[in-house]
Every structure is written in structure tokens, then in C-alpha cells.
């Protein structure tokens, strides 16, 4: 049977018109509807229609409307923050979106799995996830891992016979290789139809996201009860139901940080969204937030420390007992060339069986591969694992070749004890050099007696075969800036242990005391074990489950654990890992889908951008949410204690000004400081630890002290004014006045609890004028435009009373640079 065509392009537009995309998402048309009923949900929105309804009942139109705008306007704020973020999420995950490979318009094309019209005729390959319902048109030696719909983990093998020539969405490829046509997509295949895609599973929260909501219940309990105590306690004093009520909301409306979870949310998706400016595509926003705490990271060598070139560079021929060099050009044609080609893939994607295609056409007198034809396949399996094929031509000719892990080979080669160990000898020989070492060998069975496992065969041993796939050359560079930023490095490999070894020596990789294998792996105690990984940074020799059983081990002993990797066998470390980090070049789709980051050019240089990102993201979050914090308590003191104490105004501040003030609050603490750069030296320090506190007791201390303070100035200013027999109006003007210039100085001083603001003043934030000067200009309209000010109830300030209050707001923010001036002067001492 020939290749398919597949479809033209009109074809493709007209069956996706008329049986729509493979998609699973139904619900996505109703997105913006589903943010708004977040938006109009909660509890500062519900305030504000309150507060607007109370001020027309009260005949107070102006402040109505005000307030009607001052809706619409966090309303706005918030839509487009969160729209903002749904869709840089939205376009990573486009970006991580699975490939599928296509015939169009009669040429194999990859393009996003979600592109897939019904008719298409898919390519599908060992590894591949099926991206939609098929038939099979063409197939060889070709099995498929059915359990996610059939709970059945044993492959099932396919062929042309009705009933098993169909393929099914989200199953995966174990071996050989198929030409299939689409017959259903999206909802209409069997894994949409019993609801079991991975879209519709409702992730679970992380634990900074519980966190912060169990605050924000928190805070909106509070808020409740502290709307009841002055709702009736001002309605004992004026017996005025309404007004009494609208100075409750005050409070409540000052209580509620609003601002933390758009914060939050804003980080996580604009953090995902640098991540892919460095390279990097984050599968989940809040993969950000553990980057920053990852403590090991384990690296896969083949290709993400070294090249991945796997150049044929020395050739062992076990009948001459003689060493071809193919480095200098040199290498001449022998069977164990000969025979590593027929035991490869037809058409290579691995780098080791290009490097031998391309070996055998340069040196070969006769290419045979346009006369023989694949009779069976046996994909890789067994541990180490090997890969068998069988090859015939007309004439009955036929070739059985294998190759692979030369322990494998070995086991089924007929030979004595010391001549596998003679031949071991000279395998650890070569690995010693940095070389990756493969055995090869044939066999002479019948066709017709062909046993149903490969490792049932007899084998005959040709020889080896010796790749080097050099070090990267950014390598060390990127090693040492592990070590600086406190973070272990793993190497595992499923290479021999001196082939590791040789390459660690290139890099200035640390060793650790010992290097362990798989089979030690397996074969120790978890407890033993979990001893071990800490000074052992070495791993050779390795498969699936012993990769699986370092990482528990490593999780046990509470390190965030990242690790890398690009095949299949590494899915299931992947998926253990805190981090899994899936290569974007090589790696295959179930890697990727295991996989929480995804790095576009195999580059691993950018996993030290990441971490270094996620570690700025967490320390800038953290500072946003100490600001709020500090400016959440003098707006709910002042609104409190003038009432508690009896002063002669007690009604400072009304709606009005708290939604000014959040106003101002909301892109102060979710653009500034997102948009604030790492502090100097940051990544020379060790990794956060994870806990279940954001806060250590210092740091949130020092926010509530800094709160404290800034109501001590602004009261105190008020007091001053309020001794002095000024009128309401300057009392409250001067209060508002000294706390917007406290809430400039602190937005620069929590720029860094460490360094002094004379050195963060030089940081890079274009934001920050601008911003800043936006609440200064909001500030002298209210105060000096007359519409405005009598909107707000205020006087005109003299420039003795701005001096006065821009005084009592430094002396009430900036004794934080002593403390910081203390704590560097400690640090440096120590």
C-alpha cells in the first residue's frame, strides 16, 4: 500500500466547518461570562453596590454616582487584570500544546493536535500520544497502552482486522509505527464521550493559593463582624440607621484586601509569560511558585548536558579483535557497521542511529537498504534493554540484527565467562574515555521459527560500537551557577558509569562521595537509600523505575526536586518530580505532557533563568502582600479609632475615600512590584524552604509595626489639627494627605527589607514615577480643584500644612531604613 496523501487544504477548512475542532474545551465561549460572575461575587464589588443604593436613599446623588463609577472602575480593573492573565495562560498553553504529524496536501507536516480535522491521515510513532479517534491504513509491528480507557496495562497489538485496526484519543504508542485516518475529534471520541480528559479535572489549589484564601475568609469574617460592632455603635450615637450603616461598610470595604488575589493571580500568569520570553513554557501559572524553592535538580546527560551529536567515533570488531577510529576519517566498513544499521530504524530520529545511516552511506560499497524489507520488529525492551529487527529482501535473503546495552547483548550471546568479561573490560575501557558504548550482535533463525520475544533469541556477538556526544560548552558555566545558588545537581544517565564519570571531569561536576547504579537502586532500602541520595550525585546505568525511586527518595528527605528528561521511560520521574522540565526540541509528547516546564531549545541555561525568575516572582509577591498589609491597617484604625476614642470628628473618612485609596492601592502592589528586578546577590543565596507559613514571624512583624506606625503619624497629624480647633474638613484633609505621602514612601522603602532605599531608588522600574506621580496628581486634585474637594469634604492645604504632613509621613515610614541599616550592619559583622 502506498503512502496516503492525506487532505488539501480546502478539504481541511470544509470538514473543520463541518465537523468543528478536536478540542475538549466546550465551555471556552463562555469564559469572559464566568469571570464577570467571579468579578461581581466578591464581597468589595457586593460593598459598593451597597454603599452607591444607601447613598441614594440618602439623597446624596454626587457620591452615588461617584460610587457607581468607582464600580464600574474596579469592575474594569479587574476583568482586564484577569483577562490579562487567562490569556498569557491561555497562550502558553497553546504553545505546550501537544504536536501530531499529518499528511497534507501529500506531504508529513507536524502541527498542534488541537488542528486535526476528521479524514486526516495521522503519522503515529513508538512514544506518540494518539491525538484522536482512527482507523489504521498502514501498519508495522504496532502496540498501543490502552489503560487510560480500558484500565488494561499490558499493550495491545494492532492490526488490519475490523475491530482492532481502531485507535483512540489519549492512549499512547508503545511500539512500531501506523498510518491511521481520523474519524472522530474533540467530544465525539471515546475519551471525550466518558469524560475523562484531563481538562475537565479540577486542579488542586497549591498551598500558597490555600493560604491566601483562608486569609481572605479571614478577613472577610472580620469585616462582618466589624460592620455590625459600628454599624450599631454609630447607630446608638445618631440613631441614623443609614448613615450609621454606610460608616460600617467604610470599615468593612477598608478590612477587605482586595488586592491580594488579583496579586496573586497577576504574578503567577505574568511570571508563566517571562518564563516563555527566556524560553521557558510553563504548563501551569503557578508552577512559578515552587521554582523559586528547588532545592536538586536531576539531569538527564544525553543531550541536556552534553550535544546529543552521538558521533560513530570507534568501532570494536570482536572476530579481528581490532579498533576502527572513525574520528580522523579513517573508519572502514565492517559487519558490526553493517549489522548496527539493520538493527536501527529505517527512518532515524535518534541521533546515535542518524550518526550510523550516515556512516554506512559514506563508507558502505553497496547500499542494501533500498532491497530489504522490515519482517518484524522488536522495539526496545528488557533491562538494559536491546532492539532486535528482522530484515528480508526477494531472493529470501534475510538479516536478524540487535543492538543495544552491552550487558543486554551479552546475557543472550552464546560465549564463555571470561571472554563476556574480557569484552566487558574493553567496554569499560572505551566508556572511560567519555564514550557511549553500544554491543551488537545477529542471530540466524529461521523466518518461520522467529520466537515471540526478542530475548529469546541466541545471539552471535559482532562487536561494539563507540559514540561521543561532547559536553555542552556553556556546561560548566551553568553547573557552577547551580552550586551558587545553593541548588544539588544530579546527573543520571543510562550510560556506564565511566562514560559519566568522563564527562563530569569536563564540567567541574561535584561527584559526591559515590555513585550509585539502577540495580544498587533497586535492590537497597528505602531507608538506606534515602541516606544515600544526599552525597551521592552520580547515577549510571539507569531505568525507569530506579530514576522514580531516586526521586521519592529525594522528595522523603524534603527537597523540591526538579527534574529533566526527553523519552517515554522518563514520564513517570517527570510526573513524581516537583518540577518536571521535559526538553521542547527532542523530547517526546508524553514526556512533555508529564512535564510541568517545557524548555524550548534543550538549552538547560535556562533553567537557571527560571529559577532565578521564580525566586524574584515569590520575594516581589511577598513584598506586594507586606505592603498591603502595612497600608491595609492605618485605613481600618482610622476609620476605627476616632469612634472608639470620641473624638470630636470621629467620621474621617467615607466610601469615597477608601475606594480612592484602593484605587491607588490595587496597581501600586500588582504592576510596581511585579515588575521589581532581583536583589543583588539573590541568586548566591540558598533555596527558600518550603513551608506552610508565606510569612516568618519577623517579616510579617515588621509589616503590622510598619502599619502601626503609619496610623501613629497620620492620627497624630490629625490630633495636632484637631487640638488646634481646625475645622473637620482640614482634620480629615491632612490625615488623607499624610497617609497618600506614607504610602509613596513605603511603596519605595519595601522595595527591599534589606538595602537601603539610596541603592533600590537606582533599581530599574519605569512603573514607579508613573504611578507615583498618578497618587500625587489624584491627591492635589481633591485637595485644591473645588468640585472635587467638596466631594471629598476637604480644605485646601497651606504649604506649611503639606511640609507638616510630608514630615509626620517620613518619620512614620523611613525608620525602617535604621532597622535595615541594623541588619546589614549584623549581617556583615557575622
Avoid at 542511529?353 to 547500499?367: R, T, V
Avoid at 521459527?449 to 551553568?478: C, R, T, V, W
Avoid at 484605587?663 to 518550603?690: A, D, H, Q, V, W
Wanted: contains cysteine.
Amino acid at each position: 500500500m502506498n503512502q496516503p496523501a492525506g487532505l488539501n487544504d480546502e478539504e481541511v477548512l470544509e470538514n473543520r466547518k463541518k465537523y468543528g475542532t478536536n478540542d475538549w474545551k466546550a465551555g471556552d465561549q463562555h469564559k469572559f461570562f464566568k469571570v464577570l460572575l467571579e468579578v461581581i461575587t466578591e464581597p468589595l464589588f457586593i460593598i459598593l453596590v451597597l454603599t452607591a443604593m444607601i447613598y441614594f436613599l440618602l439623597g446624596e446623588f454626587s457620591e452615588g454616582v461617584i460610587m457607581l463609577f468607582a464600580l464600574s472602575f474596579v469592575a474594569g480593573i479587574s476583568l482586564f487584570q484577569e483577562n490579562r492573565s487567562r490569556n498569557a495562560v491561555d497562550a502558553l498553553n497553546k504553545l505546550a500544546a501537544p504536536l501530531a504529524k499529518v499528511m497534507r496536501n501529500g506531504i508529513l507536516v507536524r502541527i498542534a493536535s488541537n488542528e486535526i480535522v476528521v479524514n486526516d491521515i495521522i503519522n503515529l510513532e513508538d512514544g506518540d500520544l494518539i491525538p484522536a479517534d482512527g482507523m489504521i491504513l498502514k501498519l508495522n509491528d504496532y502496540s498501543v497502552n490502552e489503560s487510560i480507557l480500558t484500565g488494561e496495562s499490558l499493550a495491545v497489538y494492532k492490526d488490519l482486522n475490523p475491530g482492532n485496526n481502531l485507535i483512540f484519543q489519549g492512549t499512547q504508542v508503545v511500539s512500531g509505527s501506523c498510518f491511521a485516518r481520523v474519524t472522530s475529534i474533540g467530544m465525539h471520541t471515546a475519551f471525550g464521550k466518558i469524560g475523562k480528559s484531563l481538562h475537565e479535572i479540577t486542579e488542586s489549589k497549591t498551598p500558597l493559593q490555600q493560604q491566601i484564601n483562608r486569609f481572605i475568609r479571614s478577613m472577610v469574617f472580620i469585616g462582618v463582624i466589624a460592620f455590625l460592632i459600628v454599624w450599631i455603635l454609630n447607630y446608638f450615637i445618631t440613631r441614623d440607621i443609614l448613615q450609621s450603616m454606610l460608616r460600617g461598610l467604610t470599615l468593612a470595604m477598608s478590612i477587605l484586601p482586595e488586592e491580594i488575589p488579583v496579586a496573586f493571580s497577576t504574578f503567577m500568569a505574568l511570571g508563566a509569560y517571562h518564563l516563555y520570553k527566556k524560553k521557558v513554557i510553563a504548563r501551569s501559572p503557578h508552577t512559578v511558585e515552587t521554582l523559586g524553592a528547588a532545592t536538586v535538580i536531576c539531569v538527564d546527560k544525553t543531550g541536556t548536558i552534553t550535544e546529543n551529536k552521538m558521533m560513530v567515533s570507534v568501532i570494536y570488531d570482536y572476530v579481528s579483535d581490532k579498533y576502527f577510529d572513525y574520528t580522523n576519517n579513517s573508519g572502514k566498513y565492517n559487519e558490526v557497521l553493517n549489522y548496527a544499521l539493520w538493527a536501527s530504524e529505517t527512518i532515524p530520529f535518534d541521533a546515535m542511529e542518524k550518526s550510523i545511516h550516515h556512516m554506512y552511506s559514506k563508507l558502505s560499497p553497496l547500499d542494501e537498504r533500498k532491497d530489504f524489507r522490515m519482517f518484524h520488529e522488536y522495539p526496545l525492551s528488557g533491562n538494559p534493554p536491546v532492539m532486535t529487527h528482522v530484515f528480508s529482501d526477494k531472493s529470501g535473503d534475510y538479516k536478524i540484527a540487535a543492538k543495544g546495552a552491552l550487558e543486554g547483548i551479552l546475557s543472550q550471546c552464546n560465549m564463555q565467562l571470561n571472554q563476556k568479561e574480557d569484552i566487558q573490560k574493553k567496554g569499560h575501557m572505551l566508556a572511560a574515555k567519555g564514550f557511549r558504548v553500544l554491543g551488537v550482535a545477529k542471530a540466524m533463525t529461521d523466518l518461520d521459527k522467529l520466537p515471540k520475544s526478542q530475548h529469546e533469541f541466541e545471539f552471535d556477538f559482532l562487536g561494539m560500537i563507540a559514540f561521543y556526544d561532547p559536553p555542552k560548552e556553556n556546561m560548566s558555566e551553568i553547573i557552577s551557577q547551580f552550586y551558587q545558588a545553593g541548588i544539588q545537581v544530579k546527573m543520571i544517565t543510562g550510560d556506564y558509569a565511566e562514560t559519566a564519570i568522563a564527562i563530569a571531569d569536563q564540567i567541574r561536576f561535584n561527584k559526591g562521595s559515590e555513585l550509585l547504579t539502577g540495580k544498587q537502586i533497586i535492590e537497597m532500602e528505602f531507608s538506606l537509600l534515602r541516606e544515600k541520595v544526599g552525597n551521592a550525585h552520580m547515577y549510571a546505568r539507569m531505568f525507569p523505575d530506579a530514576k522514580l525511586k531516586v526521586i521519592e527518595a529525594l522528595k522523603a528527605n524534603r527537597e523540591v526536586v526538579a527534574m529533566t528528561g526527553d523519552g517515554v521511560n522518563d514520564a513517570p520521574a517527570l510526573k513524581a518530580a516537583h518540577i518536571g522540565v521535559a526538553m521542547g526540541m527532542r523530547g517526546s509528547e508524553v514526556a512533555k505532557n508529564a512535564a510541568s516546564l517545557i524548555i524550548m531549545d534543550d538549552d538547560l541555561k535556562h533553567m537557571t533563568e527560571a529559577v532565578a525568575l521564580g525566586r524574584k516572582i515569590y520575594e516581589n509577591l511577598k513584598k506586594a502582600i507586606q505592603y498591603i498589609i502595612s497600608i491595609h491597617i492605618p485605613i481600618i484604625l482610622i476609620v476605627t479609632l476616632p469612634l472608639i476614642l470620641f473624638w470630636k470628628f470621629y467620621d474621617i473618612f467615607s466610601p469615597i475615600h477608601v475606594i480612592v485609596l484602593e484605587l491607588i492601592m490595587g496597581p501600586t502592589c500588582s504592576i510596581i512590584y511585579e515588575n521589581e528586578p532581583l536583589e543583588e546577590n539573590y541568586m548566591n543565596k540558598p533555596p527558600r524552604k518550603m513551608s506552610t507559613s508565606f510569612f516568618s514571624f519577623r517579616e510579617l512583624f515588621i509589616s503590622i509595626i510598619q502599619g502601626l506606625a503609619i496610623t501613629v503619624s497620620c492620627l497624630g497629624v490629625g490630633y495636632f489639627y484637631l487640638s488646634g480647633n481646625s475645622s473637620e474638613e482640614l482634620v480629615r484633609t491632612s490625615i488623607y494627605t499624610t497617609l497618600i505621602f506614607s504610602n509613596l514612601f513605603l511603596t519605595l522603602v519595601n522595595r527591599s527589607f534589606y538595602y537601603s532605599i539610596l541603592r533600590t531608588i537606582r533599581y530599574k522600574n519605569i512603573l514607579i514615577p508613573i504611578i507615583l506621580s498618578i497618587s500625587l496628581l489624584i491627591l492635589f486634585a481633591s485637595i485644591y480643584i473645588g468640585p472635587v474637594q467638596e466631594l471629598f469634604r476637604f480644605e485646601a492645604l497651606s504649604l506649611t500644612d503639606i511640609i507638616r504632613c510630608l514630615t509626620f509621613a517620613f518619620l512614620g515610614v523611613m525608620w525602617v531604613e535604621l532597622y535595615k541599616f541594623y541588619k546589614r550592619k549584623f549581617d556583615s559583622g557575622s
